[in-house]
Protein backbone atom coordinates (compact mmCIF):
# COMPACT_ATOMS: atom_id res chain seq x y z
CA UNK A 1 0.00 0.00 0.00
CA UNK A 2 1.18 3.90 -0.87
CA UNK A 3 0.78 5.52 2.19
CA UNK A 4 0.93 8.97 2.26
CA UNK A 5 -1.04 9.97 -0.66
CA UNK A 6 -3.31 11.88 1.17
CA UNK A 7 -1.38 13.33 3.29
CA UNK A 8 -3.16 17.10 4.45
CA UNK A 9 -5.95 16.15 2.23
CA UNK A 10 -9.68 16.07 3.08
CA UNK A 11 -12.15 14.26 0.97
CA UNK A 12 -15.50 13.61 0.72
CA UNK A 13 -17.49 10.00 0.90
CA UNK A 14 -21.24 10.09 0.47
CA UNK A 15 -22.86 6.44 0.72
CA UNK A 16 -20.20 5.44 3.34
CA UNK A 17 -21.38 4.30 6.31
CA UNK A 18 -20.15 0.78 5.15
CA UNK A 19 -20.00 -1.46 1.97
CA UNK A 20 -18.18 0.11 -0.49
CA UNK A 21 -18.44 3.35 0.39
CA UNK A 22 -16.66 2.84 3.82
CA UNK A 23 -13.72 0.76 2.16
CA UNK A 24 -13.13 4.27 0.74
CA UNK A 25 -12.89 6.13 3.50
CA UNK A 26 -10.74 3.60 5.23
CA UNK A 27 -8.38 3.38 2.62
CA UNK A 28 -8.06 7.20 2.17
CA UNK A 29 -7.56 7.57 6.40
CA UNK A 30 -5.32 4.53 5.59
CA UNK A 31 -3.10 6.95 3.25
CA UNK A 32 -3.06 9.51 5.59
CA UNK A 33 -5.91 11.38 4.74
CA UNK A 34 -8.66 13.37 6.54
CA UNK A 35 -12.42 12.12 5.61
CA UNK A 36 -15.84 13.54 6.05
CA UNK A 37 -18.70 10.45 5.42
CA UNK A 38 -22.31 10.86 4.93
CA UNK A 39 -25.35 8.48 5.28
CA UNK A 40 -28.76 8.33 6.20
CA UNK A 41 -28.30 6.63 9.69
CA UNK A 42 -26.76 8.88 12.21
CA UNK A 43 -26.20 5.89 14.11
CA UNK A 44 -24.58 4.13 11.66
CA UNK A 45 -22.17 7.07 10.66
CA UNK A 46 -21.33 6.78 14.33
CA UNK A 47 -20.14 3.65 14.42
CA UNK A 48 -17.91 4.28 11.31
CA UNK A 49 -16.15 7.05 12.31
CA UNK A 50 -15.41 4.94 16.00
CA UNK A 51 -13.74 2.61 13.24
CA UNK A 52 -12.25 5.06 11.13
CA UNK A 53 -11.05 7.59 14.27
CA UNK A 54 -10.04 11.19 14.86
CA UNK A 55 -9.55 11.64 11.02
CA UNK A 56 -12.76 10.78 10.07
CA UNK A 57 -15.97 12.58 10.79
CA UNK A 58 -19.63 12.54 9.67
CA UNK A 59 -23.28 14.08 8.97
CA UNK A 60 -26.44 12.37 8.06
CA UNK A 61 -28.81 12.97 5.53
CA UNK A 62 -30.59 11.56 2.33
CA UNK A 63 -28.18 12.11 -0.77
CA UNK A 64 -31.15 14.35 -2.74
CA UNK A 65 -31.67 16.59 0.32
CA UNK A 66 -30.55 19.97 -0.21
CA UNK A 67 -30.63 21.03 3.10
CA UNK A 68 -28.78 18.19 4.58
CA UNK A 69 -26.03 18.63 1.62
CA UNK A 70 -24.89 22.35 2.84
CA UNK A 71 -25.39 21.20 6.92
CA UNK A 72 -22.62 18.76 5.36
CA UNK A 73 -20.36 21.69 3.25
CA UNK A 74 -21.13 23.72 6.17
CA UNK A 75 -19.11 21.10 8.80
CA UNK A 76 -16.43 20.77 5.94
CA UNK A 77 -15.37 24.47 6.34
CA UNK A 78 -15.84 24.59 9.81
CA UNK A 79 -13.71 21.29 10.60
CA UNK A 80 -11.11 21.67 7.83
CA UNK A 81 -11.21 24.87 5.94
CA UNK A 82 -10.91 22.74 2.76
CA UNK A 83 -11.30 20.08 0.17
CA UNK A 84 -9.40 18.27 -2.29
CA UNK A 85 -11.72 14.88 -3.52
CA UNK A 86 -15.30 13.78 -3.61
CA UNK A 87 -16.17 10.53 -3.68
CA UNK A 88 -20.03 10.27 -5.16
CA UNK A 89 -21.17 6.83 -4.11
CA UNK A 90 -24.72 7.41 -3.18
CA UNK A 91 -26.80 4.64 -4.93
CA UNK A 92 -30.51 3.20 -4.56
CA UNK A 93 -32.64 0.44 -6.36
CA UNK A 94 -35.52 0.44 -4.89
CA UNK A 95 -37.11 -2.07 -7.69
CA UNK A 96 -36.71 -5.77 -9.53
CA UNK A 97 -38.18 -6.69 -12.20
CA UNK A 98 -38.97 -5.87 -15.79
CA UNK A 99 -38.33 -2.50 -17.71
CA UNK A 100 -41.53 -2.28 -19.26
CA UNK A 101 -43.18 -2.65 -15.54
CA UNK A 102 -41.07 -0.40 -13.54
CA UNK A 103 -43.30 2.34 -11.41
CA UNK A 104 -42.52 6.03 -12.54
CA UNK A 105 -42.19 7.95 -9.71
CA UNK A 106 -39.41 4.42 -8.39
CA UNK A 107 -37.77 5.80 -11.63
CA UNK A 108 -37.72 9.03 -11.10
CA UNK A 109 -36.02 8.75 -7.83
CA UNK A 110 -33.35 6.38 -8.61
CA UNK A 111 -32.31 9.00 -11.25
CA UNK A 112 -32.67 11.80 -8.28
CA UNK A 113 -30.63 9.98 -5.90
CA UNK A 114 -28.18 8.44 -8.59
CA UNK A 115 -27.54 10.95 -11.56
CA UNK A 116 -28.99 14.45 -10.06
CA UNK A 117 -27.85 13.92 -6.67
CA UNK A 118 -23.86 13.35 -8.05
CA UNK A 119 -24.04 16.62 -10.01
CA UNK A 120 -25.31 18.38 -6.85
CA UNK A 121 -22.89 17.32 -4.92
CA UNK A 122 -20.25 18.11 -7.20
CA UNK A 123 -21.56 21.59 -7.66
CA UNK A 124 -21.80 22.18 -4.05
CA UNK A 125 -18.42 20.49 -3.81
CA UNK A 126 -17.04 23.26 -6.08
CA UNK A 127 -18.60 25.98 -4.41
CA UNK A 128 -17.02 25.06 -1.34
CA UNK A 129 -13.78 25.10 -2.55
CA UNK A 130 -12.68 21.56 -4.58
CA UNK A 131 -9.25 21.58 -5.27
CA UNK A 132 -8.38 18.19 -7.10
CA UNK A 133 -10.74 15.17 -8.25
CA UNK A 134 -14.17 13.80 -8.16
CA UNK A 135 -14.76 9.94 -8.95
CA UNK A 136 -18.23 8.39 -9.35
CA UNK A 137 -19.58 5.12 -8.40
CA UNK A 138 -21.37 3.68 -11.16
CA UNK A 139 -21.86 0.10 -12.35
CA UNK A 140 -20.84 -2.59 -14.75
CA UNK A 141 -24.90 -2.58 -15.05
CA UNK A 142 -24.60 0.58 -16.89
CA UNK A 143 -22.38 -0.53 -19.96
CA UNK A 144 -24.42 -3.31 -21.24
CA UNK A 145 -27.75 -5.09 -20.76
CA UNK A 146 -28.53 -5.46 -16.96
CA UNK A 147 -31.71 -7.36 -16.43
CA UNK A 148 -33.88 -7.34 -13.21
CA UNK A 149 -31.89 -3.90 -12.18
CA UNK A 150 -32.66 -2.37 -15.99
CA UNK A 151 -33.50 0.66 -14.87
CA UNK A 152 -30.41 1.14 -12.04
CA UNK A 153 -28.48 0.24 -15.01
CA UNK A 154 -29.74 2.98 -17.13
CA UNK A 155 -29.23 5.48 -14.23
CA UNK A 156 -25.29 4.47 -13.98
CA UNK A 157 -25.08 4.52 -17.85
CA UNK A 158 -26.15 8.09 -16.93
CA UNK A 159 -23.98 8.72 -14.33
CA UNK A 160 -21.05 7.32 -16.39
CA UNK A 161 -22.15 10.00 -19.49
CA UNK A 162 -22.14 12.83 -16.76
CA UNK A 163 -18.81 11.66 -15.61
CA UNK A 164 -17.11 12.36 -19.06
CA UNK A 165 -19.08 15.49 -19.49
CA UNK A 166 -18.11 16.79 -15.75
CA UNK A 167 -14.43 16.25 -16.74
CA UNK A 168 -14.26 18.02 -19.44
CA UNK A 169 -16.11 21.15 -18.27
CA UNK A 170 -14.02 21.26 -15.25
CA UNK A 171 -10.79 20.47 -17.09
CA UNK A 172 -7.39 20.96 -16.16
CA UNK A 173 -8.00 22.12 -12.61
CA UNK A 174 -10.55 19.24 -11.70
CA UNK A 175 -10.09 15.56 -12.76
CA UNK A 176 -13.63 13.80 -13.12
CA UNK A 177 -13.60 9.70 -12.93
CA UNK A 178 -15.49 6.77 -12.32
CA UNK A 179 -15.53 2.93 -11.90
CA UNK A 180 -18.14 0.35 -12.57
CA UNK A 181 -17.82 -2.55 -10.36
CA UNK A 182 -19.62 -5.64 -11.00
CA UNK A 183 -21.06 -7.48 -8.06
CA UNK A 184 -19.64 -6.50 -5.11
CA UNK A 185 -20.34 -8.25 -1.90
CA UNK A 186 -22.32 -5.79 0.43
CA UNK A 187 -25.69 -5.37 1.73
CA UNK A 188 -27.17 -3.57 -1.45
CA UNK A 189 -26.09 -6.03 -3.85
CA UNK A 190 -26.65 -9.59 -1.10
CA UNK A 191 -29.88 -10.17 -3.34
CA UNK A 192 -27.61 -10.95 -6.26
CA UNK A 193 -25.62 -13.20 -4.49
CA UNK A 194 -26.96 -14.87 -1.28
CA UNK A 195 -27.34 -18.21 -1.15
CA UNK A 196 -25.91 -19.21 -4.30
CA UNK A 197 -22.58 -17.48 -4.00
CA UNK A 198 -20.64 -20.53 -5.66
CA UNK A 199 -23.18 -20.38 -8.51
CA UNK A 200 -22.38 -16.45 -8.64
CA UNK A 201 -18.61 -16.39 -8.50
CA UNK A 202 -18.67 -19.07 -11.60
CA UNK A 203 -19.27 -15.89 -14.43
CA UNK A 204 -16.11 -14.11 -13.03
CA UNK A 205 -12.61 -15.98 -14.32
CA UNK A 206 -11.51 -14.17 -11.16
CA UNK A 207 -13.79 -17.27 -9.68
CA UNK A 208 -14.52 -15.02 -6.74
CA UNK A 209 -17.41 -11.93 -6.18
CA UNK A 210 -15.69 -8.25 -5.25
CA UNK A 211 -14.91 -7.10 -1.75
CA UNK A 212 -15.51 -3.41 -0.89
CA UNK A 213 -11.82 -3.19 -0.44
CA UNK A 214 -11.27 -4.53 -4.37
CA UNK A 215 -12.81 -1.13 -5.08
CA UNK A 216 -11.36 1.23 -2.66
CA UNK A 217 -8.00 0.35 -3.72
CA UNK A 218 -8.67 1.98 -7.54
CA UNK A 219 -10.95 4.37 -6.38
CA UNK A 220 -8.25 5.62 -4.62
CA UNK A 221 -5.65 5.59 -7.04
CA UNK A 222 -8.36 7.87 -9.22
CA UNK A 223 -8.07 10.61 -6.86
CA UNK A 224 -4.95 10.10 -6.11
CA UNK A 225 -1.73 12.09 -8.43
CA UNK A 226 -0.62 9.12 -9.49
CA UNK A 227 -3.43 9.36 -11.93
CA UNK A 228 -2.56 12.89 -12.76
CA UNK A 229 -3.24 12.62 -16.69
CA UNK A 230 -6.30 10.59 -16.02
CA UNK A 231 -10.02 12.52 -16.45
CA UNK A 232 -13.12 11.30 -17.89
CA UNK A 233 -12.61 7.77 -17.35
CA UNK A 234 -14.58 4.61 -16.37
CA UNK A 235 -12.60 2.14 -14.97
CA UNK A 236 -14.75 -1.43 -14.71
CA UNK A 237 -14.15 -3.44 -11.55
CA UNK A 238 -15.16 -6.80 -12.49
CA UNK A 239 -12.79 -9.82 -11.71
CA UNK A 240 -12.68 -10.36 -15.67
CA UNK A 241 -16.43 -10.51 -16.55
CA UNK A 242 -15.69 -8.41 -19.25
CA UNK A 243 -13.44 -10.21 -21.57
CA UNK A 244 -15.41 -13.48 -21.37
CA UNK A 245 -15.77 -15.30 -24.79
CA UNK A 246 -19.35 -14.66 -26.74
CA UNK A 247 -19.37 -18.33 -27.73
Known sequence: ???????????????????????????????????????????????????????????????????????????????????????????????????????ADAARKILEVNVIAALDWTRAALAAGLSRSVVNIASVAGLGASPGIAFYGISKAALVNLTMQLAFELAPAIRVNAVAPAVVKTVFARALYEGHEEEASAAYPLRRLGEPADVAGPVAFLLSDDAAWITGQTLSIDGGAGIRPLT
Open 1 to 103: MALGRFDGTVSLVTGASRGIGFAIARRLVDEGGSVVITGRRQDALDAAVAELGPAASAVSGRADDAERRAAVFAHITERHGRLDHLVNNTGINPVYGPLTEID
